[in-house]
């Protein structure tokens, strides 16, 4: 029984607050006088849903979060702004753009609830309040900045952790790039969302047309999740432990075999190339686009996917940047691959549903065609095993995890398992998206760049790729110190591709 009775009272309307009061003494200096409506209200319906909780792998994403860490992932828009047909992008806009359409989006309007103790799983908190002046922000980079000047402004970005207290969100706008361009820097943390459920988010934000139709909240109002209090947190947590226990026995049968599999195949990574766990939160990012149907033609010559060929372009370029900088070339590197398995029924709720498939990347091989085939053979072999593998293996194997004390036991685990780490050398990801443009308050979207994480088990660098309207966008994060030059390893995949494109196939 419940030490308090739950809270039925019905729920609040969500207010959102457009303006912050002083910003217009560090504005940009383009940025308009905000209009004199600052605030706006989201009506709620008078019926609460049920308390929601996360997940034991959501909470393990919010665990693994450390000071050389943090957890959260992101995505540069870039806008063709010169050809708006008004005027370029402002933050106002840009913040009642979000009020509009907040109502469709929920993980947005919540926030984390943590259990006293860390008895149980942490909920999340419907807020009554959000400050889009906080979430949102413009800056405006020196005048005709290029690509290097808006990589350098979101790796400092993408260093700093997200506030805890608030929403688990932020963007910023970004202007004064050359060309007339605009940018929009988006980090969601990753306990919030995977690619997938990002993706979704990103398409209620941005448009199939340059003019965009309103989108009112329902007549009887959005949905929101009761909120328990202290005292039931509390009294469901006891209930919830013994649960567990029986959850982590069941988790220990089921992926057992698959993490001892695993095990194997994580004692081929590469024993001497310098991605190690990042060392400090300091960030590079680099990224550059490929044309999707050059990368079409050649999928072809092997019978095999695009995403076959993306892994092989990622191997070419970092075969040569490990020869650049003196580094040995001689020996596979393991790469971990984030998988959706996400249901059908579970699109459209946010979280996370991924799991993680290892392969071996041949960056001995010296041939661009070889690498391709024997690509191709270790991803099918790969696929082969992970589908002998529970979909919610990564589920299962953080559930094995205790929630207590709110991460302490996680990250003490990850101090102890230090000189192990990382895990694999390097992620790679590839999102699929539209192959449409896209637009946002009218302005057509020219470019999406994947912006990741890095995480002490997976190494300092990560390449993850989104594909949308026949090119794909290539996002490289690395830690600088461990892994340096990144901007060299974007050139490197334009020159894997042209090597590719010039080799005779298959005779």
């Avoid at 912050?20 to 008078?46: C, M, W």
Wanted: glycine content about 4%.
């Amino acid at each position: 029984m419940h030490s308090s009775a739950p809270d039925t009272r019905a729920p609040r309307d969500v207010g959102l607050r457009i303006t912050t009061p002083g910003e217009s003494l560090y504005a940009a200096r383009d940025t308009p006088t905000p209009a004199r409506t600052s605030t706006v209200t989201i009506p709620a319906a008078p019926e609460p849903g049920r308390p929601r909780q996360l997940s034991s792998l959501d909470l393990q994403l919010l665990d693994l979060e450390t000071d050389s860490a943090p957890m959260h992932v992101g995505t540069v828009t870039v806008l063709d702004s010169a050809a708006a047909p008004e005027t370029p992008l402002d933050v106002t806009s840009l913040r009642q753009l979000f009020a509009d359409r907040l109502h469709l989006i929920a993980p947005l309007r919540r926030r984390l609830r943590t259990v006293p103790f860390g008895l149980d799983l942490p909920y999340w908190e419907d807020c009554d309040y959000i400050d889009l002046g906080y979430h949102i922000r413009h800056i405006r980079l020196p005048d005709d900045a290029g690509d290097e000047h808006l990589a350098d402004y979101v790796a400092r970005r993408h260093a700093a952790p997200l506030d805890r207290t608030r929403p688990l969100w932020e963007c910023d706008l970004i202007s004064g790039l050359a060309d007339g361009r605009q940018a929009v820097y988006t980090k969601i943390h990753h306990s919030v969302i995977d690619g997938i459920s990002g993706a979704e988010i990103m398409a209620v934000i941005l448009d199939l047309h340059p003019e965009s139709l309103p989108t009112p909240p329902p007549a009887d109002g959005i949905s929101r999740d009761r909120n328990p209090s202290t005292a039931e947190l509390l009294a469901r947590s006891l209930p919830n432990m013994i649960g567990r226990q029986a959850i982590r026995v069941q988790s220990l049968l089921h992926a057992g075999p698959a993490l001892l599999q695993a095990r194997d195949d994580l004692r081929a990574k590469h024993p001497d190339v310098p991605i190690k766990a990042p060392t400090t939160p300091t960030r590079s990012l680099a990224y550059t686009s490929l044309p999707l149907d050059a990368v079409k033609n050649i999928k072809d010559r092997v019978d095999g996917t695009v995403n076959d060929v993306v892994m092989e372009l990622c191997t070419s370029a970092l075969r040569r940047w490990l020869l650049d900088h003196d580094q040995p070339a001689d020996h596979p590197l393991v790469a971990a691959i984030p998988v959706s398995v996400r249901t059908p029924e579970q699109f459209g709720t946010a979280g996370n549903q991924f799991s993680l498939m290892l392969t071996a990347l041949p960056i001995a091989e010296p041939d661009p065609e070889h690498r391709l085939e024997q690509l191709h053979s270790n991803l099918l072999e790969a696929k082969k095993r992970f589908q002998t593998q529970p979909p919610t293996l990564l589920h299962k194997a953080t559930s094995l995890l205790t929630p207590l004390l709110h991460g302490r036991p996680t990250r003490a685990l990850l101090r102890a398992a230090a000189p192990s780490l990382p895990l694999v050398d390097l992620v790679i990801s590839n999102v699929p998206g539209p192959q449409i443009p896209l637009y946002l308050r009218g302005i057509r979207v020219q470019h999406s760049y994947p912006v990741s994480l890095l995480t002490e088990l997976a190494g300092s660098l990560n390449i993850t790729v989104m594909s949308y309207d026949g090119h794909l966008d290539f996002g490289i994060v690395a830690c600088p110190d461990d892994f340096p030059d990144v901007w060299d390893l974007a050139d490197h995949l334009h020159k894997a591709l042209a090597d590719l494109e010039q080799s005779p196939g298959r005779p």
